[in-house]
């Protein structure tokens, strides 16, 4: 359903606003609040538009968790136990409790991180190389877990 505008002289006007992907690729392209937004800020905390890096780091993150919910899984059926005491109880709700838990939290601690990736934890550490350390011991992990799998029994 269509909006529409009347003027004070009696024209009816209709909202020509629309939300396309253009408006998407359009706002991350040109997005307003990259820098500072008053001249005494040092850096700024929130942006309207973050780094490719983080778009990747974030992707990458989600996708080792996903892969370290399955390895673990099939760890599981082989005898491993869940070292996590939070995973471990979720595994007693089934597969599927934990496979959603795991990802839920996963992506809202992902969501906190990017979206204060400028901020300084400590005053002298970005939360952006945390999401890159989480990403290199998720990967650390990934590997580690294969190893195990393809491991004779």
Known sequence: MESVETLSDGRVLPDRRRFTWRTVVFGYLR???????????????????HHPW????????????????????????????????????????????FAASKMLLTALGIFMLVFLSRTRVFRFLRTGVILTCVFSLYACLACYQFLLLIEPR
């Open 31 to 49: 997005s307003r609040r990259r820098g500072h937004r008053r001249h005494d800020e040092r850096e700024p905390v929130f942006s309207d538009w």
């Open 54 to 97: 983080l778009f990747f780091l974030a992707i990458g993150i989600m996708l080792f968790s996903s892969l370290d919910a399955f390895l673990t899984l099939r760890l599981l059926d082989r005898g491993a136990i869940e070292v996590n005491p939070v995973m471990a109880a979720m595994l007693g709700h089934g597969h599927v409790a």
